[in-house]
T-cell receptor
Framework: DAGVTQSPTHLIKTRGQHVTLRCSPI?????VSWYQQVLGQGPQFIFQ???????GRGNFPDRFSARQFPNYSSELNVNALLLGDSALYLC?????????????FGPGTRLTVT | GEDVEQSLFLSVREGDSSVINCTYT??????LYWYKQEPGAGLQLLTY?????DMKQDQRLTVLLNKKDKHLSLRIADTQTGDSAIYFC???????FGQGTELSVKP
């Protein structure tokens, strides 16, 4: 079975531009979460979607948005990019164990903002 | 708020045991997880423990849980150079991670 896939692998953008990152979960997983990982830090929670509805949101500005599609794949959008948005963006799909989440991560998208 | 704390670095010699410690504030999680991250890669689920267990052994990995003290540890027996990575613990009910522990294994 395929694991979590993310595209693109790497991306270089200029300040002020917007970006769309994509994630396909493991087949059968209905929950997708997005994380931002800045170099030297742990992953910071951005969004969680379950059954196409937002279930949780981390402490990120409104420039960050996401959605989940009927096939459970997901997009993360970031508008008006700042240099500080440069990071590894991780997507995780999960089995919902009654409110606990066993997460399976994709390889990430490395975003560089210049 | 919810928090996960780990020591940042651990250095061991190949063949020794490694013990990575974690403290957390959330007490509601039914499962607690350990993840491994190699350079430039995503996180890999290593193992987990059910919250009503004290210990779980999984080949070279042993997870110990002290629920009263909210302390979780991961012991890696016979540590190999391929174990060099960053290790994260994560309470299953909260989508939070600490800074992780960077394990360096010297030959």
């Amino acid at each position: 079975d395929a694991g979590v896939t993310q595209s693109p692998t790497h991306l270089i953008k200029t300040r002020g531009q917007h970006v769309t990152l994509r994630c396909s979960p493991i087949s059968g997983h209905k929950s997708v979460s997005w994380y931002q990982q800045v170099l030297g830090q742990g992953p910071q929670f951005i969004f969680q979607y379950y059954e196409k509805e937002e279930r949780g949101r981390g402490n990120f500005p409104d420039r960050f948005s996401a959605r989940q599609f009927p096939n459970y794949s997901s997009e993360l959008n970031v508008n008006a990019l700042l240099l500080g948005d440069s990071a590894l963006y991780l997507c995780a799909s999960s089995l919902d164990r009654g409110g606990d989440y066993e997460q399976y991560f994709g390889p990430g998208t490395r975003l560089t903002v210049t | 708020g919810e928090d996960v704390e780990q020591s940042l670095f651990l250095s061991v010699r190949e063949g020794d045991s490694s013990v990575i410690n974690c403290t957390y504030t959330d007490s509601s999680s039914t499962y607690l997880y350990w993840y491994k991250q190699e350079p430039g890669a995503g996180l890999q689920l290593l193992t987990y423990i059910f919250s009503n267990m004290d210990m779980k052994q999984d080949q070279r990995l042993t997870v110990l849980l002290n629920k009263k003290d909210k302390h979780l540890s991961l012991r890696i027996a016979d540590t190999q150079t391929g174990d060099s990575a960053i290790y994260f613990c994560a309470p299953g009910g909260k989508l939070i991670f600490g800074q992780g522990t960077e394990l360096s294994v010297k030959p």
